[in-house]
């Protein structure tokens, strides 16, 4: 007796496939279909078998005994089914298509959802702004026919859920990255709710504990005008109204709900006990009923303001549990024509509120690390540029990105002794905080030897040394000029910074050959300055690496696009505005060009025209004062000053008193009128002088007071060859007359 396969062989159970052959008889034209062969079974036919047994040994078991009553039985059925005609190969075609077609199971938000215009099939509404992201296969009892099973299904579900939850990097992105994972293919609506506020890192919070709306979604109501009037006639056995609104939108304003949670209450028991429960029992339900106690508000319908909310196990509370502590709550919910949660939906809501709640952690620790980056970045630069005479300014800082808040770049403006102003810009390498706290030591450097009135190639040494005592590898760029509106000249020098601009008052953009010179922090490498006419009406544009390069352009395209930019806005208005004329700079950056962070300074040029100053050298002898006295009338009358003879000669007539008693060179007197009225005294002293209280008794000591009195301001810079002492009046009527 020949037996056939064993019922635990290869191929048992599987369905038996056909294949077509267009050219043979066994194609559709003729309506038959040519068997195709199992894998592993045999390549040459089978020989009939005349004891006919081969019957059954195809059909892999044993053919019973010719003659017995079994064996009657199996014959007599195989004979009534040789009988039967074969079936239409259109219908059995049609039959396995449709098994291959997978349907969503009715009752499910897909089935029911039908597309809306420019959406496509199963997009979740509003998706838009997920990246490219797939929607979400929906889970559930439902799902287990597909193939591996529902938990097979669910683990899918969680990783991809994860994933996008996993991809946000600030509070928002991550709130959406849930939303959109829940709904619909968990739920038909969600709700998240934060403390507020949020614990920080290892924070302690202190107060009462209170929940806040951050976001909500949910799948659109099929009918949401009918529902709202039958729950406000008071109808509210129809349809539940899910209490949900769209994302940030709505009456409500989508985050602007607080709860106030009593510790004592069930919704406090819920969140410490940190697992996700299903609100049928009475404590979940209590604690449900909390949290969504005040929705809506109080000017909704009588009927609406008890909203018949998913009960049982169609809602779900899951806590949002971070590192440290319980930092919110979040709710799923389902509609009654959509299968309820089962257990092992605990377990993904679990999945879903752990995910979240690190996610949270992790945003609220980005937001104040980019806080403090902010910060320290904003306290590293000056908050507002000074306004010294004879000069405007204007200036701009561009971070590289919003990942990289701090960087190394830094401008600034320093008022010096005879109405100068030095322009620094500069540029340390990186893009951390370790760049930046470099560069907040070399600015306070610069702002030191600036005080002492050195040279620019000066300035630029000691800066040098400053760097290679704050280590070997800080290096930076750096441009340094002293602008004088009385000589209009300007004198720049460069540690291997790019070239400044000046845009002359005729609309011509010129590069100014200055000498490039090393980087900072490079050692032994001397620095040279250059001299340069500074005419009245030009503008002088200091400017980092990153205005004018970037991985498309090298810096000297760069500078030319820069020229040409510059040119083409003096065309339009000359001399162009400050303030617009940065914002026009700025915009030769393209979409990818911010590889650098970016600091701009912009000086527009007035000068202080010779007929408003008056400048003299006196002797230090005891007869100089009454001479000082007599030319500060003559040149107040000139300018037709008479108001302020008095007051201006004797603070001229104190400052004078103290230069003659301890200079040995010749003192120089100067007067400027610009908006104010501004006198320096020159000596070769370079003790500054200080304000003290005279006593009854003492014949001397009240000059300064004095001075401090009277003047609007008043100060005493060193220089590197005496110092000066200077101060102020206001001008009566607030013009140069």
């Known amino acids: ?47 009939p078998d005349s004891s006919g047994t081969g019957t ?29 005609p074969p079936a239409e190969p259109g219908r059995r075609k049609r039959a396995q298509d449709a098994a291959m077609v997978s349907t969503p199971p009715k009752g499910t938000a897909a089935a029911r959802r039908e597309p809306r215009p420019g959406e496509g099939p199963g997009e979740h509404p509003g998706d838009g702004d997920t990246g490219g992201a797939q929607p979400l296969k929906a889970v559930g009892p439902q799902t287990g026919r597909g193939k591996g099973g529902p938990e097979t299904e669910r683990l899918r579900y ?40 949020l614990p920080v890192g290892d924070e302690r919070p202190t107060g009462p504990l209170i929940l806040r709306l951050r976001r909500t979604d949910r799948v659109p109501d099929e009918a949401p005008e009918q529902s709202v009037a039958a ?47 299903f609100s049928e029992t009475p404590q979940a339900a209590a604690a449900l009923r ?16 008890t909203l018949n909310l998913p009960t049982g196990r169609r809602a779900i509370l899951a806590p949002l549990r971070g590192r440290r502590r319980v930092i919110g709550a979040t709710v799923l919910l389902r509609r009654p024509e959509r299968p309820a949660f089962d257990p092992e939906d605990l377990l993904v809501a679990a999945q879903l509120a752990t995910h979240t709640a690190l996610g949270v952690d992790k945003a609220v620790l980005y937001d104040r690390e980019a806080y403090i980056a902010d910060s320290l970045q904003r306290e590293m630069l000056p908050d507002s540029l000074p306004q010294p005479t004879g000069v405007r300014l204007a200036s701009r800082y561009l971070p590289a990105a919003e990942s990289a808040r701090v960087g190394g770049d830094w401008y600034d403006a320093i008022p010096l002794p005879g109405s100068r102003v030095a322009l620094v810009v500069g540029d340390v390498m990186g893009h951390s905080m370790t760049s930046a706290a470099i560069m907040g030591q070399l600015r306070t450097t610069v702002q030191t030897l600036a005080g002492l009135d050195l040279a620019p190639q000066e300035v630029l040494y000691h800066l040098d040394e400053q760097a290679q005592r704050l280590g070997s590898d800080r290096m930076a760029t750096c441009i340094y000029a002293v602008y004088d509106p009385i000589a209009h000249r300007v004198t720049i020098a460069n540690a291997g910074h790019p070239p400044p601009v000046l845009l002359h008052a005729n609309g ?18 001397p620095f040279e300055a250059v001299e340069l006419p500074a005419p009245a009406g030009a503008t002088l544009l200091l400017y980092t690496d990153g205005l004018v390069e970037s991985r498309t352009r090298d810096v000297w395209g760069g500078i030319d696009m820069l020229r040409e930019r510059l040119t083409a806005a003096a065309q339009v208005v000359s001399p162009p505005p400050l303030e617009p004329l940065c914002d026009e700079v700025l915009d030769i950056l393209g979409p990818g060009d911010r590889d650098d962070d970016i600091a701009l300074l912009a000086a527009r040029f007035d000068g202080i025209a010779p007929r408003d100053v008056a400048y003299w050298f006196l002797e230090p002898r005891a007869q100089t004062v009454g001479r000082a006295r007599r030319l500060v009338r003559q040149a107040l009358r000139r300018w037709d000053l008479e108001a302020l003879e008095d007051s201006v000669e004797l603070l001229v007539s104190e400052v004078v008193t103290n230069a003659v008693r301890y200079a040995e060179r010749p003192i120089t007197l100067r007067l400027l009128r610009t908006d104010v009225l501004r006198c ?24 300064l007071y004095l001075v401090n009195r009277m003047a609007q301001r008043w100060s005493a810079t060193r220089l590197s060859s005496g110092k000066v002492v200077w101060f102020e009046m206001a001008i009566p009527g607030g013009s140069r007359g």
């Open 508 to 525: 011509l953009a010129e590069v100014l050959r200055v000498p490039p010179g090393a980087p900072i922090g490079v050692g032994g490498v």
């Open 680 to 703: 320096e005294v020159g000596d070769d002293v370079p003790t500054l002088p200080r304000m003290r209280h005279a006593q009854p008794q003492d014949e001397g000591g009240r000059g």
């Open 231 to 277: 729950l406000a006639a008071g109808e509210t056995g129809r349809d539940i109204l899910l209490p949900l609104l769209p994302c940030t939108e709505g009456d409500f304003g989508g985050a602007n709900e607080s709860i106030d949670v009593p510790m004592d209450g069930a919704l406090a028991e819920v969140l410490r006990g940190v697992r996700p429960v």
């Open 158 to 197: 969680v990783g991809a859920a994860t994933r996008r939850i996993a991809r946000g990097i600030d509070l928002d992105e991550i709130l959406l990255g849930l939303c959109r994972s829940a709904v619909p293919a968990f739920a038909d609506a969600i709700l998240v709710y934060l403390r507020d506020p």
């Open 56 to 84: 059954a040994a195809k059909r892999g078991g044993t053919a019973p005994p010719r003659g017995t009553e079994a064996g009657v039985r199996d014959r007599g059925a195989a004979q009534a089914a040789a009988q039967q």
């Open 1 to 47: 007796m020949s037996a056939g396969p064993s019922a635990g062989g290869r191929g048992a159970g599987r369905p038996r496939r056909v294949r077509r052959d267009p050219g043979a008889a066994g194609s559709p034209s003729s309506g038959t279909e040519a068997p195709v062969r199992e894998p592993g079974s045999a390549r040459r036919r089978r020989k």
């Open 290 to 305: 909390e949290l969504l106690d005040s929705w809506p508000d109080t000017s909704s319908p009588p009927a609406m303001r």
